[in-house]
């Protein structure tokens, strides 16, 4: 056979005839004529789209998993998973410690009720006609701060003090694309909507932390009573900023396809309560 091979190559340009004969039969049965060149184009063609098959075949079907060691392929899941929960208790680690500390800012801010006076000068050195001035003008500013404070006292008795009233609407009009899934470091839901749909607080609360990320676009966090925080993620556009005191039903932004992990129009909220996540369906309803 391989000296049959040899002469087919040998003789590859030339035309040959190939005869077939039968034992029983003296003479030729048939016979034909062809280039050797033609069959090895032929043959290598065959084997050029059989590897371009196989090719494919493992480029594309699920079929390519059996050549791969079972065992490194759970390893290398394993380690993945191992880093984005390291990455996830890092960065809750990071929020709650910026929550505290801009909390306590919130709270503490507020406008300077003490009026300065001029104490380079005695009282006995200001004529009558100045301290008429002056007391009257303290008396105006001491009212309209005390007008001020009263405000905001009742706001922020009414955010801080009164506990979030649950379950409320959804932030915004949408269909539920994922669900809360702690497991697989989805800690609360994606809402589908349109491109550049409003979304509001779905409680009273201060604006705590204002950031874009290149995962998540926009993200806003809202600090409720009862240790409830709740975040806002993927945002096209943020109305607030850090330190702003909301109100349940304010809009705080649009929702949009931002951030390298969205696959569409939509909006993430989380909520969390001492820390920990929570599963926003039980704080939503559809109303």
Known sequence: MLDFLKQLFNKKERDLTFVLFDDREPDPSSSYRFKPVKIFYLIGGMLLTVAVGVFLLLKFTPIAGLF??????????QAIEIAQQVQMLQDSLEVRNEQLLQLKEVIAEGQDTVFAVNQSRSEAEIPENEKSSELSNFSQVHTMQDTLLAKNEVVLSDIFENKPEFPV?????GTITREYDPGKGHFGIDIATREGS???????????????TLNYGWVLYIQHSNDIVTVYKHAASVSKSIGDIVLKGDVLGTAGNVGIISSGPHLHIEIWKNGVPQNPNSYLINL
């Open 198 to 212: 409003a979304f509001a607080a779905i409680a009273d609360g201060a604006v705590i932390n204002q950031s874009w």
């Open 169 to 173: 609407g959804y932030p915004l009009e």
């Open 68 to 77: 791969f060691s079972q065992t490194e392929k759970e390893l290398r899941t």
